[in-house]
T-cell receptor
Framework: GNSVTQMEGPVTLSEEAFLTINCTYTATGYPSLFWYVQYPGEGLQLLLK?????DKGSNKGFEATYRKETTSFHLEKGSVQVSDSAVYFCALTRPINDYKLSFGAGTTVTVRA | GAVVSQHPSWVICKSGTSVKIECRSL??????MFWYRQFPKQSLMLMATSNEGSKATYEQGVEKDKFLINHASLTLSTLTVTSAHPEDSSFYIC???????????FGPGTRLLVL
């Protein structure tokens, strides 16, 4: 079946630090990969996505590259801000069921000023 | 646009009672709504998918008589946890799609605690 494994948190960083959240997946075929973010008190929001191997998704300074050879989709940001404090979820959908999301457990990130 | 709300945001109830959670799309008509459940430090698990005016499709292992889903309009879906027990305590999250799109817009979640 499909599964997503992401690094456990919580992660605490200082402003302007480099952030990496590791995400690996297990799926048959070629899934689409997503990163969602949940800010305090709000619903999950789509942060970025990639639909095929070697695609790079990017948004708000965050990037993630779809690596089929390592079945990974690690999230990175070069210089975080306090406003990036949130819970980040890695997720995938399989092409055959392209509306059903399989989520990782989420990683809580806290950025201190 | 594409705001989804949930009500209540948290609820505490006694064991054996039923609890209803509402999910509303505030500024769009939701083609499909989804209900997820999340245990502490675990993934969101899809419980069921519902389309307006039709019966919900439940994921394997989810008791449809326990978790009643009603999708009565294009902007409202409800999840009723019947005869709740402490093991039903969890974070319940809904999402909705708009038109023919596949992007899911998520609500803020409802935390249920059954005593």
């Amino acid at each position: 079946g499909n599964s997503v494994t992401q690094m456990e948190g919580p992660v605490t960083l200082s402003e302007e630090a480099f952030l990496t959240i590791n995400c690996t997946y297990t799926a048959t075929g070629y899934p689409s990969l997503f990163w969602y973010v949940q800010y305090p008190g709000e619903g999950l929001q789509l942060l970025l996505k990639a639909t095929k191997a070697d695609d790079k998704g990017s948004n708000k300074g965050f990037e993630a590259t779809y690596r089929k050879e390592t079945t990974s989709f690690h999230l990175e940001k070069g210089s975080v801000q306090v406003s990036d404090s949130a819970v980040y979820f890695c997720a995938l959908t399989r092409p055959i069921n392209d509306y059903k999301l399989s989520f990782g457990a989420g990683t809580t990130v806290t950025v201190r000023a | 646009g594409a705001v989804v709300s949930q009500h209540p945001s948290w609820v505490i109830c006694k064991s054996g009672t039923s609890v209803k959670i509402e999910c509303r799309s505030l500024d769009f008509q939701a083609t499909t709504m989804f209900w997820y459940r999340q245990f502490p430090k675990q993934s969101l698990m899809l419980m069921a998918t519902s389309n307006e005016g039709s019966k919900a499709t439940y994921e394997q292992g989810v008791e449809k008589d326990k978790f009643l889903i009603n999708h009565a309009s294009l902007t409202l879906s409800t999840l009723t946890v019947t005869s709740a027990h402490p093991e039903d305590s969890s974070f319940y999250i809904c999402s909705a799609t708009r038109g023919s799109g596949k992007t899911q817009y998520f609500g803020p979640g409802t935390r249920l605690l059954v005593l």
